[in-house]
């Protein structure tokens, strides 16, 4: 019997089972870059939207229609916003969840969320700070 050729077929094997690592740590790092621009939608589209709560701050625009436009703007999708209009000069806190669909090799289509809120303080249009 001969071993003639058996280190070919041992080297074709760990070259594919390389190749499949590097393809998993490439859709791993594909994945975590979606969710990392996903996050930065969400924390854009909630600071736009909360200043837009407060009608006598001169804005006569749509909190979620704002918080749409910027998640647009950062490459994701508004889902959800809880970002209803206040007149009262109390502080109000705005949610949202951004969503972005990605493209996974043997896992299909995925939708990466991520939420983000922000607190607008009406009140503090107000007062003046000074830097000492």
Request: aromatic share 4%; proline share 3%; charged share 15%.
């Amino acid at each position: 019997m001969s071993d003639r050729g058996s280190v070919s077929v041992v080297m074709l094997g760990l070259i594919g089972l390389l190749m499949v690592l590097g393809l998993m740590l490439g859709m791993a790092g594909h994945y975590l870059s979606v969710q990392s621009r996903v996050q930065a939608a969400a924390d854009a589209a909630a600071l736009a939207a909360a200043p837009v709560t407060f009608h006598p701050f001169g804005s006569a625009g749509n909190p979620v229609a704002e918080a749409a436009r910027y998640a647009a703007a950062n490459g994701g999708r508004l889902v959800r916003c809880v970002c209803s209009i206040d007149r009262s000069w109390n502080a109000r806190i705005v949610e949202v969840e951004v969503g972005h669909v990605v493209n996974l090799i043997g896992l299909g289509r995925r939708e990466v969320r991520a939420r983000a809120a922000a607190e607008f303080a009406p009140i503090k249009l107000l007062t003046i700070e000074t830097v000492d």
